[in-house]
């Protein structure tokens, strides 16, 4: 008669148990990935958002102009500018998006900085939720310090 030689492999238990290794193994550094790419987007916009604190401030300060900052939760973003008509184009205009891992809490704020001086008509804290909690940023009455927390 015949004989059948049986031939050597893996079963289906051994090859589904194989691919989820491998599966699990892969996604740890994309999950690790994603958590270090909301911090680091976190990072650059509050370093941004101080930055552009500072520009509306000096340019407040120094070039005699009236500017503003504008806080708009619902479009997700913040737009500086600097007052006036003939000012339309002026480089230290523009607008910070928040990146996906931040939103701001509460209303529409406009906050302006004085010609000559820099400081600010109204006070009230801008606030964020991030990754990591709340954030403020508060400004200082009657000077144009602010501090990020």
């Given at each position: 008669?015949?004989e059948?030689?049986q031939e050597e492999g893996?079963?289906l238990?051994?090859?589904l148990l194989?691919?989820?290794?491998?599966s699990?193994?892969?996604?740890?550094?994309?999950m690790?990935?994603?958590?270090?790419k909301?911090?680091?987007?976190?990072?650059?916009?509050?370093?941004?958002?101080r930055?552009g604190?500072t520009?509306?401030?000096?340019?407040?300060?120094?070039?005699n102009?009236?500017?503003?900052?504008?806080?708009?939760?619902?479009?997700?973003l913040?737009?500086?500018?600097?007052?006036g008509?003939?000012?339309e184009?002026?480089?230290?205009n523009?607008i910070?998006?928040?990146?996906?891992s931040?939103?701001?809490?509460?209303t529409?704020?406009?906050?302006?900085?004085s010609?000559k001086?820099?400081?600010?008509?109204n006070i009230?804290?801008?606030?964020f939720?991030?990754?990591?909690g709340r954030?403020?940023?508060?400004?200082?009455?009657?000077?144009?310090?602010f501090?990020i927390?």
């Amino acid at each position: 008669m015949y004989e059948f030689e049986q031939e050597e492999g893996f079963t289906l238990l051994e090859v589904l148990l194989t691919l989820v290794i491998v599966s699990v193994i892969t996604a740890i550094p994309i999950m690790h990935f994603t958590q270090l790419k909301k911090e680091t987007e976190t990072q650059l916009f509050f370093e941004s958002l101080r930055s552009g604190i500072t520009l509306i401030q000096n340019e407040a300060v120094f070039n005699n102009q009236w500017t503003t900052m504008e806080v708009r939760p619902t479009n997700r973003l913040i737009r500086f500018r600097v007052t006036g008509r003939e000012n339309e184009n002026h480089p230290a205009n523009h607008i910070l998006d928040l990146p996906e891992s931040i939103s701001l809490i509460g209303t529409s704020k406009e906050y302006m900085f004085s010609k000559k001086s820099g400081n600010l008509g109204n006070i009230n804290k801008v606030n964020f939720n991030t990754i990591h909690g709340r954030v403020s940023v508060s400004f200082q009455m009657g000077s144009g310090r602010f501090v990020i927390e």
